[in-house]
């Protein structure tokens, strides 16, 4: 037996209290997670600041998404080359420090480029975070423990455009950005003190996998892009989107061929062996997919529709994320009497009825009802994001958790980047199919649309001629038209949310027949 061997049968405990380590891992986790949504609502405040158009601001989101998206991926790797609390203190002083750069930059290629370096520190904090709680926590623990971590990936997403309208309608958008620089100071203090390293996972010199590495960047780097501007870019009607679609393609298919026939690969896709890993990857990555689908159409929704600002589009979100709160330690319980896959199949089925109560939208629905109704899409996050991430690790070799860890965060951030970008698409499609439905109503021969006309034109002959009495009614009818057909749109994308919900509830049958996250088979 090799002395790395013998060091993994060695019973390891941390020298500090487990809930203080996964409170300050969390802490950083939760600043990189805000961080990617709060900027959404600053684009165009972004934009007007740095003399620039909202599609050249946009790049400030995409350099982001690139950059962390093949970091995620190579996150296990630089850990054991670099050594994991080593790498986890490097993310977050970079990060802090990129977030300062960021504030103070006075042109938007410096903000795109900071935003990038930002994007690939921040890439390796969600995967630390969760191998180290696995290796701190024994797996009667760990669903307790991811309750701590739900906060990071569940509520900041919540958070992150509530806090952002606010920052930026009251202060300036630089400030979204400044707000890291106690956070990360906070989070380097007290890594540095609470958080070590076990005698399993010692830094080591492992090959760099070149091939591997640069397909990895390639595959990822593109489809990041592919997802992010293929809506303002008219998807593959334009050039640069179906070239950068077959970049990504190529290189996600050849990282996958390399890494299965490499000795010494950057990524071990040995974790997709294990049954319950595989699984629930697929599960987190459709959680993910509609949650940031529901983060983006809901606040959309509020402001395009029923006019709201940024601030209080976000407040719609915010009370959704105290439910989460408040039902994972009931979850917790749950999952000690209950199988985890039972669980996980009732949270889906919840999040399908949530989403189809929401599709029944109306142009002058009130803030109450759109609280309720996405406060019921969320509720069901409780009972999916814990059990889920408990589950995935409970059979798998603890020697493979740095690769899983990076692997299970980069499915649940490519299915949310999927999601938004179907919902997003969705919204547009599905209003021009509405409008063309509804387009042979609108029309001189359909005596119900004549009516209409003419009872807009009563109330509005006081003081106009009667031609331009005409010329408003029709006006008006056709801006009721156009809302109609988008709110239609909206409740199509909730539908389809639902549809992808139910749909998941047979996968969850395949993962074994745990409680607690333990590996025994009950």
Same mark, same amino acid.
């Given at each position: 037996?090799?002395?790395?061997?013998?060091?993994?049968?060695?019973?390891?405990?941390?020298?500090?209290?487990?809930?203080?380590?996964?409170?300050?891992?969390?802490?950083?986790?939760?600043?990189?997670?805000?961080?990617?949504?709060?900027?959404?609502?600053?684009?165009?405040?972004?934009?007007?600041?740095?003399?620039?158009?909202?599609?050249?601001?946009?790049?400030?989101? +995409?350099?982001?998404?690139?950059?962390?998206?093949?970091?995620?991926?190579?996150?296990?790797?630089?850990?054991?080359?670099?050594?994991?609390?080593?790498?986890?203190?490097?993310?977050?002083?970079?990060? +802090?420090?990129?977030?300062?750069?960021?504030?103070?930059?006075?042109?938007?290629?410096?903000?795109?480029?900071?935003?990038?370096?930002?994007?690939?520190?921040?890439?390796?904090?969600?995967?630390?975070?969760?191998?180290?709680?696995?290796?701190?926590?024994?797996?009667?623990?760990?669903?307790?423990?991811?309750?701590?971590?739900?906060?990071?990936?569940?509520?900041? !997403?919540?958070?992150?455009?509530?806090?952002?309208?606010?920052?930026?309608? +009251?202060?300036?958008?630089?400030?979204?950005?400044?707000?890291?620089?106690? =956070?990360?100071?906070?989070?380097?203090?007290?890594?540095?003190?609470?958080?070590?390293?076990? !005698?399993?996972?010692?830094?080591?010199?492992?090959?760099?996998?070149?091939?591997?590495?640069?397909?990895?960047?390639?595959?990822?780097?593109?489809?990041?892009?592919?997802?992010?501007?293929?809506?303002?870019?008219?998807?593959?009607?334009?050039?640069?989107?179906?070239?950068?679609?077959?970049?990504?393609?190529?290189?996600?298919?050849?990282?996958?061929?390399?890494?299965?026939?490499?000795?010494?690969?950057?990524?071990?896709?040995?974790?997709?062996?294990?049954?319950?890993?595989?699984?629930?990857?697929?599960?987190?990555?459709?959680?993910?997919?509609?949650?940031?689908?529901?983060?983006?159409?809901?606040?959309?929704?509020?402001?395009?529709?029923?006019?709201?600002?940024?601030?209080?589009?976000?407040?719609?979100?915010?009370?959704?994320?105290?439910? =989460?709160?408040?039902?994972?330690?009931?979850?917790?319980?749950?999952?000690? =009497?209950?199988?985890?896959?039972?669980?996980?199949?009732?949270?889906?089925?919840?999040?399908?009825?949530?989403?189809?109560?929401?599709?029944?939208?109306?142009?002058?629905?009130?803030?109450?009802?759109?609280?309720?109704?996405?406060?019921?899409?969320?509720?069901?996050?409780?009972?999916?994001?814990?059990?889920?991430?408990?589950?995935?690790?409970?059979?798998?070799?603890?020697?493979?958790?740095?690769?899983?860890?990076?692997?299970?965060?980069?499915?649940?951030?490519?299915?949310?980047?999927?999601?938004?970008?179907?919902?997003?698409?969705?919204?547009?499609?599905?209003?021009?199919?509405?409008?063309?439905?509804?387009?042979?109503?609108?029309?001189?021969?359909?005596?119900?649309?004549?009516?209409?006309?003419?009872?807009?034109?009563?109330?509005?002959?006081?003081?106009?001629?009667?031609?331009?009495?005409?010329?408003?009614? =029709?006006?008006?009818?056709?801006?009721?038209?156009?809302?109609?057909?988008?709110?239609?749109?909206?409740?199509?994308?909730?539908?389809?949310?639902?549809?992808?919900?139910?749909?998941?509830?047979?996968?969850?049958?395949?993962?074994?027949?745990?409680?607690?996250?333990?590996?025994?088979?009950?």
């Amino acid at each position: 037996m090799t002395a790395v061997d013998q060091a993994r049968e060695v019973p390891w405990k941390p020298k500090h209290n487990p809930w203080a380590i996964a409170l300050v891992v969390t802490l950083a986790a939760f600043m990189e997670v805000l961080d990617a949504t709060i900027v959404n609502v600053a684009l165009p405040h972004i934009a007007g600041s740095l003399s620039s158009t909202n599609d050249e601001a946009a790049w400030v989101l +995409t350099s982001y998404l690139v950059a962390n998206g093949i970091v995620l991926t190579i996150s296990g790797w630089l850990s054991a080359v670099i050594g994991r609390k080593r790498y986890f203190l490097i993310c977050i002083s970079m990060f +802090t420090v990129c977030s300062f750069l960021c504030g103070i930059a006075n042109s938007l290629p410096q903000l795109i480029v900071f935003r990038l370096l930002q994007g690939f520190f921040g890439g390796g904090l969600q995967p630390g975070q969760q191998s180290i709680i696995l290796d701190t926590f024994p797996p009667e623990k760990r669903g307790a423990a991811f309750g701590v971590t739900a906060i990071a990936t569940v509520v900041a !997403p919540v958070l992150g455009p509530t806090l952002g309208g606010f920052i930026t309608d +009251t202060y300036n958008w630089r400030w979204i950005f400044f707000a890291n620089l106690p =956070v990360g100071l906070i989070a380097v203090f007290f890594v540095s003190v609470l958080v070590e390293d076990p !005698p399993w996972h010692t830094k080591t010199s492992r090959h760099v996998d070149y091939i591997g590495l640069s397909l990895i960047t390639l595959g990822f780097g593109c489809l990041q892009v592919t997802l992010d501007r293929g809506e303002d870019q008219d998807w593959l009607g334009s050039p640069f989107i179906r070239t950068m679609a077959v970049l990504a393609m190529l290189g996600i298919l050849g990282a996958i061929s390399w890494l299965l026939i490499a000795k010494r690969p950057v990524v071990n896709l040995d974790v997709f062996k294990d049954k319950n890993f595989a699984m629930g990857s697929v599960c987190m990555a459709a959680t993910g997919a509609v949650l940031y689908a529901g983060a983006v159409v809901t606040p959309l929704f509020s402001q395009s529709i029923l006019g709201y600002n940024a601030t209080w589009a976000g407040l719609i979100l915010s009370p959704g994320g105290i439910v =989460v709160i408040l039902l994972i330690p009931i979850v917790s319980q749950l999952m000690r =009497v209950l199988q985890t896959r039972f669980i996980i199949a009732a949270g889906f089925i919840v999040m399908g009825c949530g989403f189809v109560y929401s599709s029944r939208l109306t142009p002058n629905i009130d803030f109450t009802t759109l609280v309720i109704m996405r406060s019921a899409q969320t509720a069901a996050l409780a009972f999916l994001f814990v059990p889920i991430s408990t589950i995935a690790y409970a059979t798998l070799p603890r020697e493979l958790n740095g690769d899983a860890t990076a692997l299970f965060t980069m499915f649940r951030n490519v299915g949310g980047s999927i999601g938004i970008s179907v919902a997003t698409a969705m919204i547009t499609e599905r209003t021009q199919i509405h409008q063309s439905y509804l387009a042979r109503w609108a029309s001189p021969f359909h005596q119900p649309f004549n009516e209409l006309i003419a009872r807009s034109e009563r109330t509005l002959t006081a003081g106009r001629a009667a031609s331009a009495v005409h010329d408003i009614a =029709v006006g008006n009818a056709y801006q009721v038209f156009r809302v109609q057909a988008a709110v239609l749109a909206y409740s199509d994308v909730y539908l389809l949310s639902a549809v992808v919900a139910f749909a998941v509830v047979p996968f969850c049958f395949f993962l074994s027949g745990t409680k607690g996250g333990g590996g025994a088979v009950h």
